[in-house]
């Protein structure tokens, strides 16, 4: 125990004393400087320590109450108390006079965020010491916590600001910020904190998954952030990297619902019975032979089925359909031929016929089996559309078979009245625009691990286009929280998705896609950010535009860095959804320099503005503004 020494208190006292307090109004006090304290600095024992002004916290003593307060503005005002003297200088008759707000208070422990009393008029006003001010930065919750460093307070470049594992990672995390403001590079600087931290552990890597998100090809470089990781560049113009993919997982409603961006009401119902359909083939055949008989058998019987109905309105799309299952037909020389040419329909009469005179056309009619020869439809076993039908043959792609079923199972409900086919058909359209983007990206192997013995996976979706864009991400994360969620003995208890520019995914303002499909795409993150927490399942989303992404979704963080934001809606949707800035933060958003952001949220006891450590090039994100003149100077 330090000895006690009364000399230096009272020295100490008298020099960091600034004034007393004057007025308070709830948590709003003012304080009257005194008129020796206002310079800048103020020199103690050869040490030069900054005086307070807007932005820096002071201490107001209340008895043995040590309060902590911020000071958010000052003015100055006429000091009438002092007796005029001629030829004296105005400025005599000056009082500085600042105007702060209760944050917290000392005690034993260290600081502690929250309004405990009230000060009273006349108790004085100090600048905090060096112990004090630490007290206030520190950001852990206990001695045992681990630490990284991020940067220094943009004030003071000596006070070094490092945060708390535990609060910062057991967390989710949003970094906001206009371009060429330093969010990417904030962004990689904390999870290279991170990965540098634990490199080498056993623990951290059996425990732990990170999945990367980026659209922009900035994190996938050898070093960038670690060396440590699993890159997948994925490609939709030339095969660079696949992602591999069992099956069984993509055969999953969840799934196949995402790369149809099925609707919830209509179309999800539809591809689940579709499914059930599919996995009852499987069941009911033992090998692709017999799957292709029973498949073969039952194209033939909805083809009879559709012939017996007189609504030609509702007929010809479900003729077009059964031409989307059939393999085409060819005349001698090669070319197609069209099935529609194998039947007439008599617009009279309203039914179908084999082709010939019309005079004779009920002779004919493929609907009537009360004809001669046609007890059980042998009219329609004629017709191109069946004799095509025989010929069916499953498809080595497993999803081209799928979109087959899905086309018979149209047939089906429309015939039965329990679908519509524009509410249906668009979802069999999309996913069978999206094969060709699913075989570029996805590689379908059984018993294959997406992390391949990491645990930190940066999927790099620079070169894929843009309905790529909108499904992997939503594919990757929506299995890897529900891989996890459903893990019962937890082998990997921590799973972190992190997403750099989370407008591309999050945001409830896209043009390219239906209401309901944007709903319940933002409702899969919307779950993951409400429940994941108490799965061990984090996120963290970067985005320039903050106004973009779902306000669910920003209230939801616990964590900010909040870079430069300019955007008159940007600032005002940080400053309704983010509780935990005050005045000074939100008014310094838009002239802070690059590299600096606004801390807040649980991992801080207040927001404070921060400089980011500068990283080593090699673990810099891939983002770097082009230097014009290394091109144009001659």
């Not at 002071?58 to 100055?76: D, H, P, S, V, Y």
């Not at 000392?106 to 600048?127: C, D, H, Q, R």
């Not at 594992?165 to 403001?181: A, D, P, R, W, Y």
Request: aromatic fraction near 10%.
């Amino acid at each position: 125990m330090e000895p006690f020494n009364n000399d230096a208190i009272i020295s100490e006292q008298s020099i960091f004393r600034i004034g007393e307090v004057v007025s308070i109004s709830g948590r709003e006090v003012k304080i009257a400087v005194d008129k020796e304290k206002n310079l800048p600095h103020i020199f103690f024992y050869g040490q030069l320590i900054k005086n307070v002004s807007v932005g820096s916290y002071l201490k107001i003593l209340n008895g043995f109450e040590m309060l902590i307060a911020k000071i958010e503005t000052e003015f100055i005002n006429q000091d009438n108390t002092q007796e005029a003297v001629n030829y004296e200088e105005q400025g005599h008759h000056i009082k500085r006079v600042l105007c702060a707000s209760l944050i917290g208070y000392m005690s034993t422990s260290g600081f502690v965020k929250g309004v405990k009393t009230l000060p009273l008029v006349g108790n004085e006003a100090y600048i905090l010491n060096t112990k004090e001010f630490s007290s206030i930065h520190r950001f852990v919750q206990n001695d045992d916590d681990l630490t990284i460093r991020l940067g220094t307070l943009s004030t003071d470049s000596q006070i070094v600001v490092s945060l708390g594992v535990q609060k910062l990672f057991s967390s989710h995390v949003g970094i906001f910020g206009n371009t060429g403001s330093g969010k990417s590079y904030t962004l990689a600087q904390i999870y290279h904190r991170l990965f540098d931290l634990f490199r080498g552990n056993d623990n951290f890597k059996a425990n732990s998954r990170f999945l990367f998100i980026d659209f922009n090809g900035e994190y996938s470089g050898e070093s960038v952030m670690t060396g440590d990781k699993k890159v997948y560049k994925l490609s939709t113009y030339r095969p660079i990297n696949k992602i591999p993919m069992s099956q069984d997982s993509v055969m999953d409603l969840d799934t196949l619902c995402i790369f149809a961006s099925a609707t919830e009401k209509t179309q999800r119902p539809f591809i689940s019975r579709a499914l059930n359909l599919y996995h009852w083939l499987k069941d009911k055949g033992g090998n692709k032979d017999e799957m292709q008989n029973i498949f073969r058998a039952m194209l033939c019987k909805n083809i009879k089925a559709i012939f017996t109905m007189e609504d030609k309105s509702k007929v010809e799309p479900l003729l077009e359909y059964i031409v989307a299952i059939v393999p085409p037909k060819y005349d001698e020389d090669g070319f197609d031929v069209d099935l529609r040419e194998s039947v007439s329909y008599h617009e009279t009469h309203k039914y179908y016929y084999l082709p010939g005179d019309r005079e004779s056309a009920y002779k004919r009619k493929l609907s009537d089996r009360d004809l001669d020869g046609n007890k059980n439809g042998e009219f329609v076993e004629s017709t191109h559309y069946y004799t095509q039908a025989k010929e069916y043959q499953i498809p080595d792609d497993f999803i081209r078979f799928f979109i087959d079923i899905l086309y018979l199972q149209l047939v089906q409900d429309v015939k039965n009245s329990r679908a519509q086919n524009d509410h249906i058909h668009p979802a069999i359209e999309k996913l069978k625009s999206m094969v060709r983007n699913i075989s570029m990206v996805l590689d379908f192997k059984e018993n294959v691990d997406f992390w391949d013995k990491s645990n930190i996976v940066v999927v790099d979706l620079r070169m894929a286009n843009q309905d790529t864009k909108k499904m992997i991400p939503l594919l990757l994360c929506h299995s890897a929280y529900k891989q996890h969620t459903q893990n019962k003995d937890k082998a990997t208890p921590y799973l972190n998705i992190v997403i750099d520019e989370a407008h591309n995914i999050l945001s409830y303002q896209s043009t390219r896609e239906s209401e309901s499909w944007k709903d319940y795409r933002l409702e899969v993150f919307e779950e993951i950010i409400k429940e994941g927490r108490k799965f061990g399942v984090f996120m963290t989303i970067a985005s320039q535009r903050p106004s973009d992404i779902s306000s669910t979704i920003v209230s939801q963080l616990h964590n900010y860095f909040i870079h430069r934001l300019v955007n008159d809606e940007d600032l005002t949707k940080v400053a309704k959804t983010i509780s935990y800035l005050d005045r000074i933060s939100q008014e310094s958003l838009p002239i802070l320099p690059t590299g600096a952001c606004v801390v807040a949220g649980q991992v801080v006891e207040m927001p404070l503005i921060i400089q980011v450590d500068k990283m080593n090039n090699k673990h810099k994100p891939d983002n770097e503004t082009i230097n014009l003149l290394d091109y144009w100077k001659v």
